[in-house]
């Protein structure tokens, strides 16, 4: 580079095609919404695996929950920077701290004689008040993020360093009751309305406002979800209502929460009618006041493409327990690719294939995101999204 090459400012430097490719995203982002693009995501992502002495353990008293456990994601960071956008979290409650630093798993292996493993909290994070992370209490508990804000701190500076990515999508499951299959597995605390409260305010302490996608921001001015997300595409430009799924102009850099279940959904909205005032969308029956995601994990196309050209954001699962990726059978993920679904979780990203067969999950031409197969408009470039991860 010349002295005055290394003196002219950047802009100047760039060649023309990317100003015309800048360009082209920029007004592609004006119109498309963020339920006309497909993504895929990352099931159970801060799942970091089993530890040996745990895993001869469990193997010797349930091979089959073994081999459905079999699997290990890359740290949140690594995930998003190989081209996952959609997240998914497993919480439980813990509001007075240490409810679950001791899994009964840890004195089994001992009781066995097995080889001690390594300590799954050397931190003492769980030790701390705030919702935790793992994905079965007392067998499951080994995360790349054991608290939630310490999750959503990951996803938050990751976000900030990439200010331009698509949105990501955040499901959080909230896990209660009794889990696992040990005789003596802890309790686990209930969700209630204070805890769901507690919930946004952790939320809030990561994400600021304007860093969010949130019910009240669709809603906008109508009563309920439902007429929100299904009504926007067909405002006129004169039109005084507001709301409706945002734009990719409105949506990069952003965060978006979704409940991946359904039986708290009449707890999470007690007292906040189509969700006002909450920050995650609920997994919802179609139609309800609160419906603007759903899951259709094992829907068909048909069931999944209806619901899309409704208007609503809907998560499919496109692998699960581990089986196809044992004998790369891509049945169900060929189907969840050619539906309208958004969100298409699986247990091995491309960034993450299967080590038994290869077997991956992902967009064609290595793209981050593509246009909607069912929902996108005309004209919709998929190279206008986002860069591609090859």
Not at 53 to 68: D, G, T, V
Not at 135 to 164: E, G, K, N, Y
Not at 223 to 243: M, V
Not at 362 to 371: F, K, S
């Amino acid at each position: 580079m010349t002295k005055l090459q290394a003196a002219l400012p950047f802009f100047i430097l760039l060649p023309l095609s990317a100003f015309g490719q800048q360009s082209d995203t920029l007004k592609q982002d004006q119109t498309l919404r963020i339920n006309q693009i497909q993504v895929i995501g990352s099931h159970n992502s801060y799942h970091s695996g089993i530890a040996p002495s745990e895993r001869k353990l469990i193997e010797q008293q349930n091979p089959k929950a073994m081999r459905a456990l079999d699997y290990a994601h890359a740290p949140l960071a690594d995930q998003l920077t190989g081209g996952v956008r959609q997240l998914e979290i497993d919480i439980y409650a813990d509001s007075k701290g240490g409810r679950y630093s001791h899994p009964a798993i840890v004195s089994k292996v001992t009781e066995a004689g097995l080889p001690p493993d390594p300590d799954f909290d050397p931190l003492h994070e769980m030790d701390k008040p705030g919702f935790k992370v793992m994905h079965v209490l007392d067998v499951d508990q080994r995360s790349s993020c054991h608290t939630l804000i310490a999750c959503l701190t990951t996803i938050r500076s990751w976000s900030q360093q990439h200010p331009q990515h698509l949105p990501i999508f955040i499901l959080v499951e909230t896990k209660q009751g009794r889990e696992g299959a040990a005789p003596q597995a802890h309790q686990a605390e209930p969700f209630t309305s204070q805890t769901f409260d507690a919930l946004d305010a952790e939320i809030s302490s990561v994400f600021s406002a304007n860093e969010m996608i949130t019910p009240d921001q669709v809603r906008g001015s109508y009563d309920t979800l439902p007429e929100a997300i299904q009504t926007i595409s067909a405002l006129s430009p004169t039109s005084k209502k507001t709301g409706g799924w945002p734009t990719l102009a409105n949506a990069r850099g952003k965060v978006i929460f979704l409940m991946d279940q359904r039986p708290v959904e009449q707890v999470y909205t007690q007292g906040h009618p189509s969700l006002r005032g909450r920050l995650i969308f609920t997994n919802a029956i179609p139609g309800a006041p609160d419906a603007a995601f759903t899951e259709e994990n094992d829907g068909t196309k048909a069931e999944i493409d209806a619901l899309a050209r409704q208007g609503y954001l809907i998560r499919t699962r496109t692998d699960d327990g581990t089986e196809a990726a044992r004998t790369n059978d891509h049945t169900r993920a060929d189907i969840a690719l050619s539906s309208g679904a958004q969100m298409l979780s699986t247990d091995y990203p491309s960034s993450e294939p299967s080590r038994w067969t290869g077997f991956f999950v992902g967009l064609p031409h290595g793209l981050v995101a593509r246009c909607n197969p069912v929902t996108a408009p005309p004209g919709c470039v998929d190279s206008l999204l986002e860069p591609s991860t090859k």
